[in-house]
């Protein structure tokens, strides 16, 4: 079924998620017989996939950071970077709920390509995110005049 309209595939930023309701409403795919419905109106054990970027701009060797808190825990399926300028060479990383100490989520780096989807090599070391936990970048190198790192990453509700 078509929908018309943009909807959120973040269940997680929509404040009454009724957005995610009507995502899951129009879609004659999902396994409706597994979805559950808890008291926050989240989705879990569905198997839906969701997706989210951020964006990194004028990216450094040193640009590391916590980009999200993660309000539920979720396992990362799959990693991708597009590069604007220049190439960036990095990781999604876990870091505590301080959003200190971590861990990456891949052990094998991400070496971007100038406008060129790159996905992460298959194998995620650390899938699963806990929940109050915080996930973002660190970067291993950059080429000096990168303006954009673009990072997407594909999660379900763990």
């Known amino acids: 079924m078509a929908i018309s309209q943009?909807?959120?595939t973040d269940p997680l930023n929509t404040p009454d998620h009724s957005l995610m309701h009507r995502q899951i409403a129009?879609?004659?795919?999902?396994?409706?017989?597994?979805?559950?419905?808890?008291?926050t109106g989240l989705v879990g054990g569905s198997g839906l996939v969701f997706q989210k970027s951020f964006m990194i701009t004028n990216p450094t060797a040193t640009a590391d950071?916590?980009?999200?808190?993660?309000?539920?825990?979720?396992?990362?399926?799959?990693i991708h970077l597009l590069c604007k300028t220049q190439i960036i060479v990095g990781q999604l990383w876990e870091y505590d709920a301080n959003g200190l100490n971590g861990a990456t989520v891949d052990s094998a780096d991400i070496t971007g390509v100038v406008d060129t989807n790159v996905n992460?090599?298959?194998?995620?070391?650390?899938?699963?995110?806990?929940?109050?936990?915080?996930?973002?970048?660190?970067?291993?190198?950059?080429?000096?005049?990168?303006?954009?790192?673009i990072i997407s990453f594909e999660y379900v509700l763990a």
């Open 6 to 8: 943009p909807i959120s």
């Open 26 to 39: 129009t879609d004659p795919s999902a396994p409706t017989s597994s979805l559950t419905v808890n008291s």
């Open 65 to 78: 950071a916590p980009l999200w808190r993660v309000p539920y825990a979720i396992t990362i399926t799959a």
């Open 120 to 149: 992460d090599d298959g194998t995620l070391s650390n899938p699963g995110i806990a929940s109050g936990n915080y996930l973002g970048w660190k970067t291993t190198s950059a080429t000096a005049g990168a303006t954009q790192a």
